[in-house]
């Protein structure tokens, strides 16, 4: 028993560190997120996309690293498309379009990276990036198996593959 007991406190302290690596990732993972209400879920959108454009907005005049800037470009560009998309399909849906307005945390990221500066800056943007794209491809991958509006279901469904591939992208600047 107690040998038993040893071989499960050596294995935990192995995985540990693993699981503490990518907490973010990791506590999404084990708590699936039930799917938003059709309200919840424009609400969260419209945030999420002010988050990234503002965000990105300042990585394009504060980062020196090419592929911050690289990344934070292509943000603005994709999300000029999604908003379009966003739009159409909350029109078509028959919803009231949602106040643009971030989420407290996300308004006090902002205000944070307002005040780093060159590599503080980078490493800022990148974690709060990051971070919103593991929440919002969550969100996004559960409304699209099961919320509430169709119109909506397929507008989730159509953009998840390009919030993966940023989220991806963004992956790789943490390295």
Same mark, same amino acid.
């Given at each position: 028993?107690?040998?038993?007991?040893?071989?499960?406190? *050596? %294995?935990?302290?192995? @995985?540990?560190? =693993?699981?503490?690596?990518? $907490?973010?990732?990791?506590s999404a993972a084990l708590r699936?997120?039930?799917?938003?209400?059709?309200?919840?879920?424009?609400?969260?959108?419209?945030?999420?996309?002010?988050?990234?454009?503002?965000?990105?907005?300042?990585?394009?005049?504060?980062?020196?690293?090419?592929?911050?800037?690289?990344?934070?470009?292509?943000?603005?560009?994709?999300?000029?498309?999604?908003?379009? *998309? %966003?739009?159409?399909? @909350?029109?078509? =849906?028959?919803?009231?379009? $949602?106040?643009?307005e971030m989420e407290p945390q996300?308004?006090?990221?902002?205000?944070?990276?307002?005040?780093?500066?060159?590599?503080?800056?980078?490493?800022?943007?990148?974690?709060?990036?990051?971070?919103?794209?593991?929440?919002?491809?969550?969100m996004y991958r559960t409304y699209?198996?099961?919320?509430?509006?169709?119109?909506?279901?397929?507008?989730?469904?159509?953009?998840?593959?390009?919030?993966?591939?940023?989220? =991806?992208?963004?992956?790789?600047?943490?390295?």
């Amino acid at each position: 028993m107690l040998r038993r007991s040893l071989c499960l406190v *050596a %294995f935990a302290a192995l @995985v540990t560190p =693993a699981w503490a690596a990518d $907490p973010v990732v990791n506590s999404a993972a084990l708590r699936p997120m039930p799917a938003p209400t059709t309200e919840a879920f424009l609400l969260r959108t419209a945030a999420a996309n002010l988050f990234d454009l503002e965000s990105s907005q300042l990585a394009l005049d504060k980062s020196r690293s090419s592929a911050v800037r690289a990344f934070a470009d292509r943000i603005v560009a994709d999300h000029d498309k999604v908003d379009a *998309a %966003f739009d159409k399909a @909350v029109e078509e =849906a028959g919803v009231e379009a $949602p106040a643009e307005e971030m989420e407290p945390q996300q308004r006090l990221a902002v205000r944070d990276l307002k005040t780093k500066e060159a590599t503080a800056f980078d490493e800022q943007y990148v974690l709060a990036q990051y971070t919103n794209h593991v929440e919002t491809v969550e969100m996004y991958r559960t409304y699209a198996a099961s919320g509430d509006n169709p119109r909506l279901q397929k507008f989730a469904r159509d953009v998840l593959p390009l919030l993966r591939d940023q989220l =991806a992208q963004v992956k790789k600047l943490r390295k």
